[in-house]
Nanobody
Framework: QVQVAESGENSVQPGESLRLSCTIS????????VGWFRQPPGKGRFDVAL?????????HYADSVKDRFTISQDPAKNTVYLQMNSLTPEDTAIYYC???????????????????WGQGTQVTVSP
């Protein structure tokens, strides 16, 4: 049984950095695509950063987070990380860690593709 668990809630000021962690058990990291989606207040879920190492290292970043966020993983710890720098209030959202079948050559941003989701962790960026 696959279990996904993100770190606790976080509140930071604009311009600060934050690293989210997610532990995924019950799967082999090389056999899955993993990553992060987020849901801003009153909106749907959107892709943030995705990683697929099944056929080589393939990453995807939403345009809004490119050059600010970095996704990484430590298979030995069954953990996926999201390093978030230069945070703005627009980054305020519930962040969800996900895992799904790999595509090897790309990372899909289709929400329904990812069958395993964590419970979500709140990130709040405000002065």
């Amino acid at each position: 049984q696959v279990q996904v668990a993100e770190s606790g809630e976080n509140s930071v000021q604009p311009g600060e950095s934050l690293r989210l962690s997610c532990t995924i058990s019950g799967l082999t990291f090389d056999d899955y695509a993993v990553g992060w989606f987020r849901q801003p207040p009153g909106k749907g879920r959107f892709d943030v950063a995705l990683l697929d190492v099944s056929g080589g290292i393939v990453t995807h970043y939403a345009d809004s987070v490119k050059d600010r966020f970095t996704i990484s993983q430590d298979p030995a710890k069954n953990t996926v990380y999201l390093q978030m720098n230069s945070l703005t209030p627009e980054d305020t959202a519930i962040y969800y860690c996900v895992a799904g079948r790999p595509l090897a050559s790309t990372c899909t941003v289709i929400v329904g593709w990812y069958k395993h989701w964590g419970q979500g962790t709140q990130v709040t960026v405000s002065p």
